[in-house]
């Protein structure tokens, strides 16, 4: 398997500098994950990214391979998580996720550290299912620039079984995301879970009405209101082909 430059596969081009200030007794590794437990997933990316410059054989290279791929579940793109999870294990089968290891050994993360052992479970289900056959498709899982081009499309045009699996690890991030707070990545897998089944009632009633907690400026207020408004059109042309009827959604408001 040949392992490609991660700076490739997400940018098409080298990075040769990393953002952010690290300490001068941190690694590139350790001041990746500590972006990774604030949050700070396009600094940690490139971070991450930047080892891909190293011995490829090397634990810390393994290592970005599982956190990247941790990066990739949280932020909806789920085939391309399993691609990590199957690259890193192809170097080496026994380095641990070390996002992962920060909930196991109990290490502070700012609340992020659960999320990161569920998707690394995510992950794991996912290249096992996609990348091992275990499914009816099995996908390419090295040529990782071609599946990330397309992993939008990939997700809605699976099998019912495939499509199960991948409604099932949408919800169970989303979960997850909501209770360790991260509202906004927890509503965008709400919302692919919505793509893979539109016809869910219940799913699309909670995506057509949810809000953002906090809004960043005006323009996002107006934003956020004409998409709830959209979503509450599809929702009531929903429930009318289906015969449903709603009754509390004159109780839905935002600024």
């Known amino acids: 398997v040949k392992i490609l430059p991660i700076t490739y596969i997400f940018f098409g081009i ?5 953002s952010g200030i690290s300490s001068s007794h941190e690694s590139v590794l350790e001041h990746a994950i500590r972006l990774s437990c604030e949050g700070e997933f396009e600094a940690a990316t490139e971070l991450f990214s930047s080892i891909s410059q190293r011995d490829s054989s090397s634990n810390e290279y393994v290592a970005s391979l599982h956190s990247l791929g941790n ?14 999870h199957g690259l890193a ?15 196991l050994e109990g290490k502070p993360c700012n609340g992020m550290g659960e999320i990161f052992w569920v998707s690394s479970f995510v992950k794991k289900d996912v290249y096992e299912y996609f990348c091992q056959a275990q499914g009816q498709q099995q996908l390419n899982c090295t040529n990782i620039s071609f599946q990330f ?14 499509s199960d699996m991948l409604y099932d690890a949408h919800i169970s991030l989303a979960t997850q995301l909501g209770i360790s707070g991260a509202v906004d990545y927890a509503q965008l897998h709400y919302e692919k879970a919505g793509e893979i ?14 809000v953002p907690v906090v809004y960043k400026s005006l323009n996002h207020v107006e934003e956020s209101r004409k998409k709830l408004e959209r979503g509450v059109d599809r929702l009531l042309t929903l429930a009318l082909s289906r015969n449903y009827k709603i009754k509390s959604l004159d109780h839905v408001s935002m600024p």
Do not use: C
Not at 14 to 18: D, K, N, P, S
Not at 89 to 103: F, G, I, S, T, Y
Not at 153 to 159: G, K, L, N, Q, W
């Open 14 to 18: 080298t990075i040769l500098v990393a």
């Open 71 to 84: 990066i990739a579940a949280i932020q909806g793109n789920l085939l391309l998580s399993g691609i990590f």
């Open 89 to 103: 294990k192809e170097v080496n089968p026994d380095v641990m996720p070390p996002l992962a290891l920060m909930h």
């Open 149 to 162: 081009n397309n992993i939008g499309y990939d997700e809605v045009s699976f099998s019912t079984a495939e």
């Open 197 to 210: 089944r539109p016809n869910e009632m219940e799913l699309q009633l909670r995506n057509a009405i949810s």
